[in-house]
């Protein structure tokens, strides 16, 4: 059993940077590949970003590679995601998810077992 909680979101303008952070309770945290994923109102969850266990691979969608970057500390049970250049079209309820996958970076939600709560971010033009 994990819990996920996302911190961080907030207003930015465009150009502006901003780091995610997931805070993982459960001891089993290295067992799971971690991911971003981001969803807007009437839209589907869209992948972002993912990891997987030993932090070796990452993963990233192709509208936020070279601007964002994924990382996780298994020691401290936490996943970032740095974000750089940001657009107006970043906006997005983000969401950490955990997926028992044993290895690997999904990029699909319905392999992620957990999810935190979202953290609001909103990038103004």
């Known amino acids: 059993q994990l819990v996920l909680v996302e911190s961080g979101g907030e207003l930015v303008q465009a150009g502006g940077s901003l780091k995610l952070s997931c805070t993982v309770t459960?001891?089993?945290?290295?067992?799971?590949?971690m991911g971003w994923f981001r969803q807007t109102p009437g839209k589907e969850r869209e992948f972002v970003a993912s990891i997987s266990i030993s932090g070796g691979s990452t993963q990233y969608a192709d509208s936020v590679k070279g601007r964002f970057t994924i990382s996780r500390d298994n020691a401290k049970n936490m996943v970032y995601l740095q974000m750089e250049s940001l657009k107006p079209e970043d906006t997005a309820v983000y969401y950490c998810g955990a997926a028992a996958v044993g290895w690997g970076t999904p990029a699909t939600a319905h392999l992620y077992d957990y999810w935190g709560q979202g953290t609001q971010v909103t990038v103004s033009s």
């Open positions: 459960g001891r089993t945290f290295d067992h799971y590949a």
